[in-house]
């Protein structure tokens, strides 16, 4: 049994398959750990979820914020933006629902101990110890399954940092935020979702999350 792990393939189906020949995988013996965004992008998103649907137990999927996406655009009447093309074919697919169902129960984290890793799609907040990341991931996952998702859902596009004192639709977009989109923060600790260019790049009081001093998960766990 061999696990592997794979960034955002963002609808990149022929390149998933070719690389899953090359490394003989085997549904039954091995297992896939994807590190969120399935989708948008490429060509062929459908085909992506579609695949990882049907191999069910030997995958997981750290959710990423392309994935939040095309689930709020499956749970509400948000309408497609034109770079959203690549996601049509899976909300006009007959089989949208059982995608859509599958995908909003993959988790936020994942603890792969054959990699020795917590499996996040964007980064850990320097303020969370490991229980916290647990218990937040753990709340965000309840809601986003439950019933009353597409509330959160409809609210959910907003820069909001995390901070303990946040409640409601604030206190989950802050935690969806720092789980998938976080790259930056200042010295205030207070998260800039704007800056995407590279460290050496951007501003001198942003830090990339994985550097911010007093960071509470290490590197090694
Ligand atoms: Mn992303």
Redesign the pocket.
Known sequence: MTTYAFG?LQGCYEELRLLLDRIEFDPALDKLCFT??LVNRGPDSLKVLEYLYSLNESVVNVL???DFHLIALALTDRKLRSKDNSLSPILSSANKINLIEWLRHQPLFHMEKELDALIV??GVHPSWSLEMVKKYAEEIQSIIRGNDASVFFKAMYSDDSWSSDLIGKKRFNAIVNSF??MRYLNGLGECDFEEKDSPEKVADDLIPWYLYPNRKVKNTL
Do not use: E
Request: charged share 30%; proline share 0%; aromatic share 0%.
């Open positions: 955002d969120g965004d990423g914020n392309h799609h964007a998938t989109r």
